[in-house]
């Protein structure tokens, strides 16, 4: 049976029970927002103690309805809320579906939303602002519930909208900065350019099916040809790449590092750039009918794990570095959904496992932060493994995850979707499995040089700066997220087999040894030769940055490749001229002509009537003569009018 075939005989059975409740997952959060919205400066005493309520009592909620759909024998609850638009026989309904891959989205968002939560009490505790700050994060885990919640594609795209104006109003929190305000603007007008390819893809849903639920779509695939279904998932493509940095639209991502450093965890670890890894997982049964769709995601997705890398290796900005980061680990995870059946769940596994070491690692880079007057210049730090243990430990616990040390989160993650990808055979795996192994060594390489200039050799902060560490509040989110760092990986493979728990959503976890065989690579063969790049990739870091004293400015004389990743391979580059010039060049030649041609053929028009009736207003002198001159003129043309007809 293919995972369509499961996907397409899946019945989503009404909600009862718990499951009914479902909609408060997504009001509690958004009660908060509204209320602290609402109440305003009368909040700013309590108003951090609600925000973060709303989204525990969510967690708990949400905790509640997983057990409880482990223990059902249906795995698909629908909760019908509204109708929306009722146009005769058409009409849009608004509902919710509570399955497998929802419930561990929204165990991921509220869990690690509630730490973000927390840890932003103490990190924001000094922002007068504070009240509206947690009134966005709760309006943020909000749109991204109903985004994983919604039953149908239009029902998503109003989360996917939401999340869309909460990350700019993040994003931009600090308005005063112009860097935050470009920011912010920068990522809400690369991702309408998702947001267009979703819509058209929803109208083709529609015009082709007749809705855009969910049950409907995927119940008729069948009925969809080979060229509408590759045209819908290149469309829900682009939106993917848009809301989860990946090449092309990935610009805006390390620019998102201008809001406070709690937004950047919430968005990297556990809502935005998550959702188009959702929409592809989502939509499996879609892509599962499209080879050339799949492909392109594939190939996305091992150029951007590469593009993340190589810009992270050269970037001296902590939270950047994490930036690119993310925008790689992301492309492991595009790598995954475009491999297709069987291997959709290794995305999410290693999704649900970056969501705890990215989140760490982001709250860790803030608590370095809070520790150094704000400094994120890793040129400006070193040594405070002594002056900051706590935040040391934890963030080390993360870095090792992320590289994929063995028996971490990481490695328990990664590894399965580097198998995967060698295993799609040929040239393909070869391509593909060699990217994201190379992927592994530079992964280990820039985080190496990260925890090297930020935590070892001699200090090089300034004489007025004293590090220390950060408060309970914000160091407690950090060990439960460095024990999720540890565990999480293992549980999720050894334990609790995610993957099985996904199996009715996007179907059973294929069998690799088939793939590997064929090319003669087994499984402890491909783990070990991974190993050695990320070995690799740690000695080369600290042979360029351990082994002598790290330079306070970065060299100016560098190679093409080092100048070349400083720039972001030239990604600003490339839009600035491929799209904004052009962009730019359009619309100085659009205000030409409608200063000189439109504007100009108006004012021309009304120019001569005005000049025109200037003239006749001067024969309007109250003379005799004149009007008995001008009588005579019109008789006179009167005759001569009538004699040309006459005689014509």
Not at 195 to 215: E, K, L, Q, Y
Not at 334 to 347: K, S
Not at 556 to 570: D, E, P
Not at 586 to 593: D, E, F, N, V, Y
Request: aromatic share 12%; proline share 4%.
């Amino acid at each position: 049976m293919t995972t369509s075939s499961i996907l397409a005989a899946e019945h989503y059975v009404a909600a009862t029970g718990p499951f009914s409740l479902a909609w408060l997952l997504i009001v509690l959060p958004l009660a908060g927002a509204i209320v602290l919205l609402l109440v305003g400066k009368r909040a700013d005493k309590w108003g951090h103690l609600l925000g973060t309520a709303t989204v525990v009592a969510a967690f708990v909620l949400g905790l509640w309805m997983f057990i409880s759909l482990g223990d059902s024998a249906d795995k698909a609850m629908s909760l019908h809320m509204f109708t929306w638009a009722p146009l005769g026989s058409f009409k849009i309904d608004a509902g919710l579906l509570f399955d497998p891959l929802s419930a561990i989205f929204v165990l991921l968002i509220t869990g690690v939303g509630a730490l973000i939560h927390v840890y932003s009490i103490g990190y924001m505790e000094h922002d007068p602002d504070r009240r509206k700050f947690f009134a966005y994060l709760n309006l943020f885990v909000a749109t991204m519930l109903l985004l994983v919640l919604g039953n149908s594609y239009i029902a998503m795209y109003v989360g996917w909208e939401g999340v869309g104006v909460s990350s700019y109003l993040l994003i931009g929190f600090w308005q005063y900065k112009r860097t935050a305000s470009s920011a912010a603007k920068k990522a809400f007008i690369m991702n309408r350019v998702g947001d267009v390819g979703m819509s058209i893809a929803i109208f083709i849903m529609i015009a082709t099916v007749g809705s855009s639920s969910f049950a409907d779509v995927f119940g008729a695939t069948g009925q969809i040809s080979a060229g509408i279904a590759t045209a819908i998932a290149l469309l829900l493509l682009l939106a993917a790449c848009s809301k989860s940095g990946q090449v092309p639209l990935q610009a805006w991502l390390p620019d998102a590092m201008e809001g406070p450093t709690p937004v950047s965890a919430l968005i990297h670890a556990a809502t935005m750039v998550t959702a188009g890894v959702y929409l592809i997982a989502r939509s499996a049964p879609i892509f599962n009918l499209s080879e050339s769709a799949q492909l392109v995601v594939t190939i996305i997705g091992a150029v951007t794990l590469l593009y993340g890398c190589i810009a992270g290796c050269a970037y001296d900005d902590i939270k950047k570095v994490l930036a690119y980061s993310t925008v790689s680990q992301i492309g492991y995870m595009f790598l995954a959904v475009g491999l297709g059946p069987g291997v959709y769940a290794l995305a999410i596994v290693h999704l649900l496992a970056h969501g705890f070491f990215k989140a760490g690692l982001f709250l860790g880079a803030g608590s370095v932060m809070h520790g150094m007057n704000d400094e994120v210049d890793m040129r400006k730090f070193g040594g405070l493994a002594k002056h900051m243990k706590i935040t040391f430990v934890t963030f080390g616990f993360g870095y090792l995850a992320l590289i994929g040390f063995p028996f971490l989160s990481g490695f328990y993650s990664k590894d399965p979707i580097i198998e995967a990808a060698f295993a799609a055979g040929g040239a393909k795996g070869w391509i593909l499995g060699g990217a994201a192994t190379l992927g592994a060594g530079l992964t280990a390489f820039y985080m190496t040089r990260l925890m090297i200039m930020t935590f070892f050799g001699k200090p090089r902060w300034e004489k007025d700066v004293h590090p220390h560490e950060s408060p309970s509040t914000m160091t407690i989110p950090m060990i439960v997220l460095a024990l999720g760092s540890i565990f999480a990986g293992f549980i999720m493979v050894k334990v609790l087999s995610v993957t099985e728990w996904l199996t009715p959503t996007v179907g059973p976890e294929a069998d690799l040894h088939g793939g590997l065989d064929a090319i003669g690579l087994p499984s402890i063969a491909i783990s070990l030769i991974v190993l050695a790049f990320i070995a690799v990739g740690i000695f080369a870091a600290w042979w360029f940055f351990g082994r002598k004293a790290v330079p306070r400015v970065a060299p100016a004389k560098v190679s093409w490749v080092t100048r070349a990743a400083r720039a972001n391979l030239y990604g600003d580059a490339f839009n600035e001229g491929v799209f904004e010039r052009p962009g730019l060049a359009l619309t100085r030649a659009s205000l030409w002509i409608e200063e000189h041609g439109i504007d100009g053929t108006v004012n021309g028009i009304s120019g001569s009537v005005t000049s025109g009736s200037g003239r006749l207003r001067r024969t309007q002198n109250g003379a005799v003569r004149s009007y008995a001159l001008s009588m005579l003129g019109g008789v006179v043309i009167i005759l001569v009018a009538l004699l040309a007809v006459r005689f014509a």
